[in-house]
């Protein structure tokens, strides 16, 4: 059942949470995506996990759908912050007893904690979807916008058995890239662009262009998570993508949606995860697709 409790904010803006009844002993799953506003949802999820663990919950999950700061995963510059690793340590310290999310930027984010780490893939989902396209093996080409999706993109290719191209692009600045080579053939093909995450879609739009420059026939961009931040649903509508397919693991407000997008659910995915993590079943059956 759906827990009860309050979450209200006071006039300063600090986060006062409440639990409406009793949780002693109990297994306890935390829903709390840490997308937009990032900053107070990530505070949101360490006061309720503290509300709990402070009510003596026998355990505590932390469910998040979208890991914020997943892209900070690593010193690529002098005196940065690793932010992925300091969110596992957050969600560890104010008393998580296992972290569930989806479609890590990184995959080496399950190592940053010493807790129990699921990680779900959308995929499932995100087949069953593609295959009602109907795709062509031999006119079908699944495109990697950059080299950090191409493991996944290679993985979508051979199971759909369809062709795969690469794009090798220059990031210039945060949030901007530039294509620089093109490797795959896409004449005439109906291209599927697909990454983990589209936030200001430059770079899925960027792709788009150099697929349809290369004579694509069609352009679909797929992607888990769909943040739309800045000008990205007037870059999406005013480009040469078809359509945009994302899952519900980012909750979109009314002006981040635009008419070439599609949202399916992932509700499914993560009810069975709950599920087998409360029973004590694997849920490496998940896994497979």
């Given at each position: 059942?759906l ?27 935390i ?24 009510s003596?919950?026998a ?15 690593r ?5 940065v912050?690793?932010?992925a690793?300091?969110?596992a340590n ?6 998580a ?6 479609d ?43 080299v950090?999706s ?60 150099e ?20 000008d ?58």
């Amino acid at each position: 059942p759906l827990g009860r409790s309050k979450l209200r904010r006071f006039t300063d803006t600090e986060v006062a949470f409440q639990i409406d009844e009793n949780i002693r002993g109990t297994d306890v799953f935390i829903l709390q995506p840490t997308c937009t506003p990032v900053d107070p949802n990530l505070v949101e999820l360490c006061v309720m996990i503290d509300a709990f663990r402070r009510s003596s919950a026998a355990r505590i999950t932390a469910v998040m759908p979208y890991y914020g700061y997943a892209r900070q995963d690593r010193k690529d510059k002098p005196r940065v912050p690793i932010s992925a690793k300091l969110v596992a340590n957050l969600v560890s310290a104010a008393g998580a007893n296992r972290i569930l999310t989806m479609d890590l930027h990184s995959s080496q984010i399950q190592g940053f904690t010493a807790l129990p780490f699921d990680h779900l893939y959308a995929r499932q989902v995100l087949f069953d979807r593609l295959r009602k396209l109907e795709l062509q093996p031999d006119g079908t080409t699944i495109l990697a916008p950059d080299v950090g999706s191409a493991p996944m993109a290679q993985s979508f290719a051979k199971h759909l058995g369809v062709g795969f191209a690469l794009i090798d692009k220059r990031r210039t600045a945060p949030n901007k890239a530039e294509v620089m080579h093109l490797i795959g053939d896409l004449d005439g093909k109906q291209v599927i662009i697909l990454d983990d995450m589209i936030d200001t879609g430059g770079t899925i739009v960027n792709a788009c262009r150099e697929a349809l420059d290369n004579r694509a026939e069609s352009v679909i961009a797929v992607a888990t998570h769909g943040i739309f931040s800045g000008d990205a649903p007037k870059n999406f509508s005013e480009s040469g993508v078809e359509k945009v397919i994302v899952t519900n693991t980012v909750s979109l407000s009314e002006n981040r949606k635009f008419d070439k997008l599609e949202v399916i659910s992932v509700a499914g995915l993560f009810a069975r995860a709950i599920e087998c993590t409360h029973n004590g079943e694997s849920i490496s059956a998940l896994f497979e697709f």
